[in-house]
């Protein structure tokens, strides 16, 4: 099958994958960076303005499927609905020591500035309420602001999160029409766990069509 590269990271799909819309947004069921990844669950990040509802981001989480399964059987048998509020569930998902990417696809333009703000905000509060905001995490949620402070996020520009099977690091990546690949390493262990919090965090988190998203799909392979 023919590969070709898919905007990030050095991430690869085949041309004849197939594919899931996300609100009219193509993701491939599997991409590859060291190894395939597949899509395990995918949403939308939104606010509602006067019964208005604004969409920002539509979001895909892709992970090794098999081995993030070994890491989850202490929830076999579990309901969606159950597994939805639990959030002993997210926090072994989050910890699981397996490949994941998080693919992000802007729907509506707004500065990259402002997401910046909402993703250090939200790292910040999570680790402050842990006690593990020192220094070094502080130092390196100002280079994720910088990172995001001079972006413009245009219709169909491609964020992504990579977290390698190595705990500790998060690979940034943003690519929007005209521009060069940007890229930026984390290399702290707490705000890279928190940052998968930020999607993977159950009811804390900020989609919670991608938490219901992942709920489902796991519920389903925990079953099988």
């Known amino acids: ?22 609100e009219g947004i193509p993701f491939p ?31 895909g989480v892709y992970l090794e499927k098999d081995n993030v399964l070994g890491h989850l059987e202490s929830w076999k048998g579990k309901k969606a609905e159950e597994l939805v509020q639990d959030d002993g569930f997210f926090q072994a998902l989050v910890s699981a020591p397996v490949e994941k990417l998080f693919r992000i696809v802007v729907i509506k333009e707004i500065k990259g500035s402002q997401y910046g703000v909402q993703l250090e905000s939200s790292v910040r509060d999570r680790l402050v309420s842990v006690d593990k905001y020192e220094d070094e995490e502080e130092e390196s949620l100002e280079k994720v602001t910088e990172f995001f402070q001079s972006k413009y996020f245009k219709p169909n520009s491609v964020l992504t999160f990579h977290f390698p099977n190595t705990p500790g690091i998060a690979e940034i990546s943003f690519v929007t029409e005209g521009k060069g690949e940007a890229k930026l390493t984390v290399e702290n262990k707490n ?15 900020v989609s919670p069509t991608t938490v219901k998203s992942l709920a489902d799909q796991f519920a389903a392979l925990l079953s099988a």
């Open 1 to 22: 099958m023919l590969k070709k590269r898919f905007g990030t990271l050095g991430v690869v799909v085949g041309t004849e994958m197939a594919t899931v819309e996300v």
């Open 29 to 59: 069921q599997e991409i590859t960076v060291s190894k395939p990844l597949s899509l395990l669950a995918h949403g939308i990040t939104d606010i509602e303005i006067h019964f208005l509802q604004i969409k920002y981001n539509a979001i």
């Open 191 to 205: 705000v890279a766990e928190m940052i998968q919090k930020w999607y993977l965090g159950g009811e804390s988190a």
